[in-house]
């Protein structure tokens, strides 16, 4: 124990003095995060703002020819402006990129109009371009409702309810709370806490192995009248506390993110109290033992510190995969999904987002699987270690 | 009296005739190449004894089985009695390694470096303290003893992973080739080191391949080529079994004297 109190205190003040290590575990995956999410977040809320308030500005060919429905279309938002002359030029604008949207109102369109018979109106765009087509969209919505008007009050002047045109009346019901709409996209977050929590330990992890052979102070410590077993555990004692360090300084990181996040522009409100924070951090807790010795053990095969750190950077996209599966999948949470690593952690995670409760048999069944292959993956890096292969 | 040198000489000469190496016609290959095929000699107390022979002999792979990072194929070897495959937690208590380029963890001092060693060899805190200042003077790295080891020259280096390796005052000293890369001043003072380990009662096992550095320093020579021994005497026996008044001319005879491997 004495052993492994002393080989764990060594690595924290070695560490500590370590630029690198102290750069990637305290500051790269606790800032990385935050600073990824706060900026998707932006963008998305610039992009959905931008649709409702900006006004629409609407080249329209003939505009004469349909003075209420401009009229119509200014109160909606839309800005009717002079278009280019003809048709062909109109085209052109539109495929040239100058135009997301230009209306063609024909002459006839009044005459038709007043014999009720169908008024063709031209709507121009480019369907391929997703970005012009929301313009599109709007303006199409618009005259649909426009359209819409003028049979109501047909049917009106008829003597006939409008009501008859419309044999069913969909009302949908949205259940998505706030929260859960928040939980898409702070579903994410999850991995960012596991991708942290996993920087904070990898050079730890390498130099118990291919870092200590590299220096060449590992076969003198070999050499020394201790268990290697205690070495091996000091040294990932000491790995999982930086990863611990790094997982809740991420964790404050986001906390202080979200406060500068308009998120409720978005219709979300995440659950992200202090409260969460501290059980999040629980949650995730046990997943720090099995990331630090996965990756001690993926370093103590590798030759060099260099090919470690290829190696290691597959571990840390490794454990996105269950995540990845279930949601493109979009399986439910089950019971058997608490067994598997990270997916669990996941899961539970986007359930305090959601602000919904927590079932305290899948905490326990997640926190003990994740801390049962820790545990396992812990004693074969002992194994390892007691090998004669270590020395390269 | 006259300082804890004498008094571990007493203590050493008390504990008798344990206090040796013996090395038992060890084999140890790696995949097909055959390291070493067989090597025997003995170590005793209060002697130095060098293990001469050219780059690829199988010096380091005899000398890492005796610090027991390796286990030997067939044979064994004991170190005061205790075998360094059966024993081995035991064999390193009594050994003090500098394997073949050893380094030292850059961010810490060199006196932590030595600390370190101290605590995991389980020393007293207090004891910690008067061990690692005793041995800052032994080897004269008071000057740079407080700075971190990071740029350190190959002689300060060494000296450190030397004073490291003795913290828990080992009775058996087992150096490899730990004149490595050193330049004049610092071979000297490496060499008034091992006199001045022998003198303290200890066994002095060191590999070199420099014919008069061995002859210098060493009351007992062994050669080694192609993972055996060609010869094994004192410097002077050497010269009188090859016919050689010439050390080196009697180092290269010995070498051809054994068959490739």
């Known amino acids: 124990m004495r052993t492994l109190l002393t080989v764990f205190a060594k690595e924290v003040v070695d560490n500590f003095r370590d630029r690198r290590t102290l750069a990637t575990a305290l500051l790269m995956g606790p800032l990385f995060g935050p600073m990824l999410f706060a900026f998707v977040i932006n963008l998305s809320i610039e992009r959905s703002l931008d649709d409702v308030d900006r006004t629409l500005e609407l080249p329209v060919i003939g505009q004469q020819h349909a003075p209420n429905l401009m009229a119509y279309l200014n109160s909606h938002n839309i800005d009717v402006v002079d278009g280019p002359d003809t048709r062909e030029a109109a085209v052109q604008a539109v495929t040239g990129g100058q135009n997301d949207v230009i209306v063609i109102v024909p002459e006839a369109f009044g005459e038709q109009l007043a014999e009720n018979v169908p008024a063709k109106v031209e709507l121009i765009s480019d369907q391929a371009n997703t970005q012009a087509e929301r313009d599109a969209r709007r303006v199409r919505t618009a005259l649909h409702s426009y359209s819409q008007e003028i049979a109501g009050i047909r049917l009106v002047a008829r003597g006939v309810s409008p009501t008859i045109l419309r044999p069913i009346n969909v009302d949908e019901i949205d259940v998505s709370t706030p929260s859960g709409r928040s939980a898409m996209l702070l579903g994410m977050m999850s991995y960012f806490f596991i991708f942290a929590l996993l920087m904070g330990g990898m050079y730890l992890a390498i130099d118990t192995t291919a870092g200590e052979r590299e220096r060449g102070s590992l076969e003198p410590l070999l050499s020394l009248p201790v268990t290697r077993d205690q070495l091996m555990f000091g040294k990932i004692a000491a790995t999982c506390l930086f990863m611990a360090v790094s997982l809740l300084l991420s964790l404050c990181s986001f906390y202080v993110a979200l406060k500068f996040m308009p998120l409720e522009q978005l219709g979300m409100t995440p659950n992200f109290s202090p409260t969460v924070v501290v059980a999040a951090f629980f949650v995730l807790a046990p997943f720090v033992l099995l990331g630090a010795a996965l990756m001690t053990l993926v370093a103590s095969f590798t030759k060099s510190y260099k090919e470690a750190q290829t190696w290691i950077s597959i571990v840390l996209v490794a454990p996105t995969l269950p995540i990845l599966i279930v949601s493109i999948l979009t399986l439910r949470p089950q019971l058997e999904f608490m067994f598997i690593p990270s997916l669990s952690q996941h899961l539970l995670l986007v359930d305090m987002i959601k602000n919904e409760p927590v079932n305290l048999l899948h905490v326990a069944i997640s926190a003990s699987s994740t801390l049962a292959i820790g545990a396992l993956l812990t004693w074969i890096c002992a194994r390892l270690y007691r090998r004669e292969g270590l020395l390269g | ?261």
Do not use: W
């Open chain 2, 1 to 261: 009296m006259h300082g804890k040198g004498v008094h571990h000489a007493v203590l050493y000469r008390l504990l008798g005739a344990y206090a040796v190496i013996v090395v038992d016609s060890i084999h140890k290959s790696f995949g097909k190449v055959r390291a070493v095929r067989g090597v025997s000699f003995e170590a005793p107390d209060g002697k130095i004894t060098g293990l001469l022979g050219p780059n690829g002999a199988g010096k380091s792979t005899t000398l890492r089985v005796l610090y027991t990072v390796l286990r030997p194929d067939e044979g064994r070897a004991t170190i005061d009695g205790q075998d360094v495959v059966k024993d081995s937690l035991e064999a390193r208590r009594c050994i003090g390694a500098l394997p073949h380029g050893a380094g030292l963890y850059p961010h810490l001092t060199a006196r932590e470096n030595i600390a370190y060693y101290a605590r995991l060899c389980g020393l007293d805190n207090g004891a910690i303290d008067d061990r690692v200042e005793h041995l800052v003077r032994l080897l004269e790295i008071d000057d740079f003893a407080d700075r971190r080891t990071k740029g350190f020259s190959q002689g300060q280096r060494t000296k450190v992973s030397i004073a490291r390796s003795l913290v828990h005052n080992p009775k058996n000293v087992i150096l490899d080739e730990p004149s490595n890369g050193l330049d004049v001043m610092a071979t000297r003072s490496l060499r008034d080191l091992i006199m001045k380990l022998k003198e303290a009662g200890h066994c002095v096992l060191f590999s070199s391949h420099v014919m008069q550095e061995v002859a210098a320093l060493c009351d007992d020579i062994v050669i080694i080529a192609n993972g055996k021994v060609a010869i094994d005497d004192s410097a002077d026996g050497i010269r009188e079994r090859t016919g050689c008044d010439d050390l080196e001319d009697a180092f290269v005879r010995a070498i051809e004297m054994v068959e490739p491997a």
